[in-house]
């Protein structure tokens, strides 16, 4: 009776272990495009868009046949059937990637591919929520990359040449050597389960998170404003095809600032501390906001970085409580002149003292057009004040306010070279034409927006080529706090042609002196190229 004689003392046989290296790798991608999406947008994650891509494709009789055999564990049998699917195809793939490397590459180009289709597909996707499982992929082709070179080293009966081509036995067969430790390779696999079960946790603590977040802050609802905005007149939008709405909504409001991920924050347990140069410190949660007298008002943002002519601008409905009642709570004591706030994630900004004691209405805003302030946008609590520009001002996601002075304290963007005070320097942009834009020759309407917050437009005039400045129509005026709109009819001539615009303040004209962003804001005469024909 003899023996069946096994290949040898080592335990997996070598086809399991390429197919390990594929299911790792797989692994890989799926942990690594989790954390990665994580961080972009709950559209972005692959296996919920792979999973909704799969129901949609379905075909009804399997449906049925899925709900009737597992009910309400049918979304549980769909996962367990995809990761099988998965496990079965990556083993597969680690197998063809030992055979021959290329056919592994075009495996997992081609997975890769099926991802961001599927997260692409899915309704109200952006190009950029294919990020994630693209670095997803390449982490995996790496790994990939990185096991099967470990197995090549140590494989006693297959070997490769240079480019990766297999082949048996031969004279390149390193026989007894190799096989003698398949060390390389398990430490390759473990650091790749390792790193794919990291993310793929790292990644469902944040994405779990910030459902949270998102679903308290669905959940809340405010009371009626004690102080109701102003009603909005007809005539405030220039309705003319190409200008911004006078009334930024939230999903276009532009936004700016250092969060690499955006802060998640929990309502309940959200806290602003008053404090420093003040008589009394106070302490306010979110309910004691809910429990006071808000106020609701309309207020245009504006940011230092904005060039002359750019987007960096909106106007919106804040609903919060006034800055100002706070702080005759906390009564700031002499020679303090400035309010340092700062945000959970250590941003901070440097705002005038008088500026939120005066009548304007300086807001901790808890809603911005009627919904709570969206996540991006500072949610739960974030800072608004007219006249400011955003860096020295609108804190988002506030929690703490230090009253002091400018000569003691110095705020995040003032360490970076911008100026300590930020007043919004008056501007007009011309929106119709666009740049560069192709438009009929005759009678045309041209127009755009203009901004002085908290000093008011009176003025905006409009020049064509070397013509003569003349005085275009202002939209209604809303509030000093708001921007305005302006038009104006013109006669083109064909052929190329540059618009000017130009814009006063109580003050007078807006000036034409060029200035950069850096350090207080850009300022110049919005100038458009432009073609009749
Ligand atoms: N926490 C925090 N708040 C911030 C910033 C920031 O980087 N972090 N940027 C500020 C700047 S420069 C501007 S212009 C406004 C922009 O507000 P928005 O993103 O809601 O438009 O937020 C301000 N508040
Ligand atoms: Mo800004």
């Known amino acids: ?168 036995g031969g004279s390149h067969s390193v026989g007894g050597k190799a096989g003698v430790s398949r060390r390389g390779f398990f430490a390759a696999a473990g650091v790749t389960a390792v790193v794919a079960a990291a993310a793929a946790v790292g990644g469902a603590v944040v994405s779990g998170v910030r459902n949270t977040v998102n679903v308290a802050r669905e959940r809340l609802s405010f009371p009626a404003p004690a102080s109701p905005a102003l009603p909005v007149p007809a005539g405030v939008d220039v309705d003319l095809y190409g200008v911004d709405r006078w009334l930024t909504p939230n999903s276009e409001f532009y936004r700016i600032d250092t969060a690499l991920q955006v802060p998640t924050i929990d309502v309940d347990t959200w806290e602003l501390r008053i404090h420093g140069m003040v008589e009394e410190e106070v302490r306010v949660t979110f309910q004691d906001l809910l429990d006071s007298e808000l106020i609701e008002r309309h207020i245009t943002l504006t940011c230092v970085s904005n060039p002359v002519g750019g987007e960096l601008a909106g106007n919106a409905k804040w609903l919060g409580y006034p800055i100002r009642k706070l702080l005759e709570r906390a009564r700031p004591t002499d020679g303090a002149d400035m309010v340092l706030s700062t945000s959970t994630d250590g941003f901070s900004a440097s705002t005038p003292l008088p500026i939120l004691q005066d009548d304007r209405d300086a807001i901790l805003a808890v809603a911005m057009n009627d919904e709570p302030l969206p996540l991006e946008h500072g949610y739960p609590v974030r800072m608004v004040v007219p006249g400011l520009y955003g860096y ?29 005070r930020g007043p919004i320097k008056t501007q007009s942009r011309v929106e119709v034409p666009r740049a560069f834009a192709k438009v009929p020759a005759g009678t045309a309407r041209v127009g755009g927006t203009a901004w002085a917050q908290h000093r008011g437009i009176e003025r905006v005039e409009v020049q064509i080529d070397d013509g003569p400045w003349e005085e275009a129509t202002l939209a209604a005026e809303y509030t000093v706090d708001t921007w305005r709109q302006w038009s104006h009819e013109v006669q083109l001539e064909p052929g190329s042609h540059q618009i000017r615009c130009r814009a006063y303040d109580v003050e007078g004209v807006q000036t034409e002196e060029r200035a950069d962003t850096v350090p207080d804001g850009a300022s110049g005469w919005h100038t458009v190229q432009f073609t009749a024909e």
């Open 392 to 420: 020295v001002s609108a804190t988002k996601w506030v929690v703490d306010l230090e009253v002091t002075r400018f000569a003691d304290a110095t705020a995040y963007w003032t360490d970076r070279g911008w100026s300590e």
């Open 1 to 168: 009776m003899k023996a069946v004689r096994t290949s040898s003392r080592s335990a997996p046989s070598l086809k399991a272990l390429p197919m390990l290296a594929g299911i790792l790798a797989a692994g890989l991608v799926l942990g690594v495009a989790e954390l990665v999406g994580a961080f972009f947008s709950s559209r972005s994650a692959p296996l919920i868009a792979l999973g909704s891509t799969f129901i949609d494709f379905t075909p009804s009789w399997l449906k049925d046949f899925a709900i009737d055999t597992f009910g309400t564990n049918d979304k549980a049998a769909l996962f367990v059937g995809m990761a099988v699917t998965i496990v079965v195809l990556a083993a597969i793939l680690g197998y063809l990637a030992w055979r021959r490397w290329i056919l592994g590459v075009a495996g997992v180009l081609v997975m890769g591919a099926v991802m961001v289709a599927a997260v692409i597909s899915r309704a109200g996707a952006a190009s950029q929520d294919a990020v994630p499982s693209i670095i997803g992929t390449l982490a995996g082709l790496a790994a990939l990359r990185w096991m099967i070179r470990m197995l090549h080293r140590t494989s006693p009966i297959v070997d490769t040449n240079d480019d990766g081509a297999f082949s048996t």
